[in-house]
């Protein structure tokens, strides 16, 4: 059983920055990929960065160049810095965890970003 454990969202304008944390606690196994997931009501939920264990990056195109996820593998927290931001990036954030091949795949419980024109 992993719990994940969000922080970090709120209200910003538009240009500012929020910085989104993640802390994982439980059954982790070592070689995890970590990642943020956006979703907007009524819509599928989105990727918006993941990081492997070993610090490989993937980023959905409306978050390059403005967002930088990262990962403190001894505190198995993730980091998501959002910078530049746009009111199209207003959606609630999810944080998930997943260790391939071993069918672990958890979500936290969501947090909203809302940014204002």
């Known amino acids: 059983q992993v719990q994940l454990v969000e922080s970090g969202g709120g209200l910003v304008q538009a240009g500012g920055s929020l910085r989104l944390s993640c802390a994982a606690s439980?059954?982790?196994?070592?070689?995890?990929?970590m990642g943020w997931y956006r979703q907007a009501p009524g819509k599928q939920r989105g990727l918006v960065a993941s990081?492997?264990?070993?610090?490989?990056?993937n980023y959905a195109d409306s978050a390059k160049g403005r967002f930088t996820i990262s990962r403190d593998n001894a505190k198995n927290t993730v980091y998501l810095q959002m910078n530049s931001l746009k009111p199209e990036d207003t959606d609630v954030y999810y944080c998930n965890l997943n260790t391939p091949g071993y069918g672990q795949n958890s979500w936290g419980q969501g947090t909203q970003v809302t940014v204002s024109s």
């Open positions: 990081i492997f264990s070993g610090g490989r990056t």
């Open positions: 439980g059954s982790i196994f070592r070689n995890t990929v």
